[in-house]
């Protein structure tokens, strides 16, 4: 969300097609609000924050889609939502990126979050798998984000 610093006189208003998408938007952050509030009890500790990274990730899709594929927002108001907070502008970079274009977030392509200095176990295609192998990423509970599927 935008920071609430400053007065309304400094503070720049959003650019034009802001009013569209914000009610998505606006509904995105009640997601993360009920999601950080959730009760974890029962929970392994890595899976209490796996509801946050999946509303982190369809809020970031959401605006990669309307600016990259449907072309439904401009570039200011792009630079102006990647600014504020709403998308992860690292993650969509990596979207950009061939063999990146279904990744679930960033820890999973970084070797040193994972055992054995490798990526995630849901980086792997579902071909080399195993048919009984379960796949369940620690970071972000992901089930498969490689692009090969």
Known sequence: MPPIRGSARTRKPPPEGFA???DT??????????AETAPHEGKRKNESVWA????SHQRSRYIYELYYTQN????????YLLKHGYADANLIAKWKKQGYEKLCCLRCIQAKENNFNATCICRVPKARLGKEQAVECISCGCRGCASGD
């Not at 439904?72 to 630079?79: E, M, N, R, T, V």
Request: glycine share 0%; charged share 30%; proline share 4%.
């Open 20 to 22: 569209e998408i914000e």
């Open 25 to 34: 938007l606006l509904e995105f952050a009640n997601k993360m609000k009920d």
């Open 52 to 55: 946050i990274f999946q509303i």
């Open 72 to 79: 439904a927002i401009s570039k200011p108001l792009y630079d």
